[in-house]
């Protein structure tokens, strides 16, 4: 998807159902002969309100208009044709139809311009959002790669799931994880570690101590909050996030979870849950434990990094809590790993695709959180 596309305003992508327009004017014709025929002592007229405020719920103003001034001329010439137009009921029906259409038209006004204000809120969301957290390479060393970033909110996709990725010289590093709360507070949070991740990857410290100097910044941050008022902000902010180190050659990859969900691994049909047995608390947490357990919060937090095997043709799962804790409407849980067991999807790409789909019949198109997932296949070496 290039740059381009992505930075068009959404309501240009949106269908104009102009043929809908057809049942509104079929109405108004249906209206007028079966009044127009109808005994002295019915009047079908009042129905032909319907046609205006039927077209205000799918087309602009304009169109709107139309309609209403068409309903008002079918019931002038009703009252034309069954009595008079100067009749007192026709009089008084025309000017009830014709104050309705006013309304209808002014609301249908009213709702095309909140849904321009929100298709634009969207593109300069998805704007940010791409500037902050570009989207992953499809190829790296000896990976292939693929992602996704479900929004919960349909009016403004800014979020704090971010993922990320940087070559070192003898693999690539690779985050996940999850700030907590929503909105620019939560997006420039994400933007921070991000920023932090990407610089660390640079000096190439090795996976715990990166992960520790991670803490440390999200931990100063979060100190630095209560300084704009916002004191619950400063107290509860954290990050849960998982850190990886895969190499190049070797079957295997290092992993630094701090309270973020375990990934999965798919083999040959198979998927494994890859849980860490030394979790570490969630990045922002680990000070503020040490000095409730007695440390004063002056050392640092041990990270511990913990090996798994990641063979050729392996496919590597990481995803944020957003998954897991999509509910359907009976409040069941998304089961990931049975769920994705059954997909026969090949490749990563492939397999986002059917998992994103799969997710969203789940939580019937609304999900509660915003959901990342990073999908990573091991490629033979050349």
């Not at 509104?24 to 014709?29: E, R």
């Not at 006004?109 to 909140?114: C, E, F, K, L, T």
């Not at 003898?170 to 949070?189: C, H, N, Q, Y």
């Not at 979060?222 to 050659?249: C, H, K, N, Q």
Request: aromatic residues 6%; hydrophobic residues 45%.
């Amino acid at each position: 998807m290039s740059p381009l596309r992505i930075l068009r305003p959404l309501h240009e992508d949106l269908p104009r159902p102009r043929a809908l327009i057809v049942v509104p004017l079929a109405l108004i014709a249906a209206v007028t002969v079966l009044d127009i025929t109808a005994p002295p002592d019915i009047h079908l007229g009042p129905f032909l309100v319907a046609a205006p405020a039927l077209t205000a719920s799918f087309a602009g103003p304009r169109t709107t208009a139309i309609v209403g001034a068409v309903a008002v001329l079918a019931q002038s010439l009703v009252g034309f044709v069954r009595t008079s137009i100067n009749d007192l009921n026709h009089t008084y029906q025309i000017a009830a139809l014709f104050l309705i259409s006013v309304i209808v038209t002014f609301f249908a006004h009213v709702r095309v311009r909140h849904a321009r204000e929100m298709s634009h809120l969207r593109w300069v969301a998805q704007a940010v959002q791409r500037v902050v957290m570009p989207a992953l390479p499809e190829r790296t060393g000896t990976l292939r790669i693929a992602s996704r970033y479900l929004a919960a909110e349909a009016e403004a996709q800014l979020g704090g799931d971010l993922y990320a990725l940087a070559r070192t010289s003898g693999g690539t590093r690779v985050i996940i994880g999850d700030v907590r709360g929503k909105g620019l507070e939560a997006m420039g949070e994400a933007a921070q570690v991000l920023g932090a991740f990407r610089s660390l990857t640079r000096q190439e410290p090795s996976l715990p101590h990166a992960v520790a100097q991670l803490e440390a910044g999200v931990a100063a941050g979060r100190d630095g909050l209560p300084a704009d008022g916002d004191t619950d902000r400063g107290t509860e902010s954290f990050v849960t996030a998982a850190v990886l180190d895969i190499p190049d050659t070797g079957p295997e990859f290092s992993l630094v979870s701090c309270g973020h969900p375990a990934p999965l691994l798919l083999r040959s049909g198979q998927v494994r849950t890859l849980g860490v047995d030394e979790p570490a608390p969630p990045l922002g947490l680990g000070s503020l434990l040490a000095g409730a357990a007695g440390t004063g919060g002056a050392a640092p937090t041990p990270f511990t990094a913990q090996t798994f095997p990641f063979g050729v043709g392996d496919i590597l799962l990481l995803f944020t809590d957003g998954v897991i804790e999509s509910r359907d409407s009976a409040g069941r849980f998304y089961p990931l790993s049975e769920r994705i067991a059954t997909f026969r999807a090949a490749g990563p790409d492939a397999l986002l695709g059917d998992l994103c789909a799969d997710l969203l019949r789940h939580a019937d198109g609304s999900l509660g959180d915003d959901a990342a997932m990073v999908a990573i296949e091991r490629l033979p070496a050349p």
